[in-house]
């Protein structure tokens, strides 16, 4: 049985940092692309960073330089290390996973499994 279990959200004021966690089980972690799908209230998931399974990575502009995805797939995890954190970064995260590549998993925001989500508020 698949499972992808996130963590590590929390309340911050804006400037700060928060990191994520996802342990994924139940598939073969290391062949999959990997990314994280913000919502907030009222939109659609919005897929802001992704990693390769060689760990190359793919963000969007609304995070560049601020937001640096990983993984280690020896512990079927990947991390999200948020930095400056605006309000507009608040919402629930998820983690995505998909055989295909990275950038096709961040630009079509279609996944062959998915979290539960963990919620990151920003208060300014």
């Known amino acids: 049985q698949v499972h992808l279990v996130e963590s590590g959200g929390g309340s911050v004021q804006s400037g700060g940092s928060l990191r994520l966690s996802c342990a994924a089980s139940g598939f073969i972690y290391s062949s999959y692309s990997m990314a994280w799908f913000p919502q907030a209230p009222g939109k659609q998931p919005e897929g802001v960073a992704a990693?390769?399974?060689?760990?190359?990575?793919n963000y969007s502009d609304s995070v560049k330089g601020r937001f640096t995805i990983s993984r280690d797939n020896a512990k079927n995890t990947m991390y999200l290390q948020m930095n400056s954190l605006k309000p507009e970064d608040t919402a629930m995260y998820y983690c995505?996973?998909?055989?295909?590549?990275?950038?096709?998993?961040?630009?079509?925001?279609?996944?062959?499994?998915w979290g539960q989500g963990t919620q990151v508020t920003v208060s300014s």
């Open positions: 990693v390769d399974s060689n760990g190359s990575t």
């Open positions: 995505a996973a998909s055989p295909r590549r990275a950038w096709w998993l961040l630009w079509a925001g279609t996944a062959n499994y």
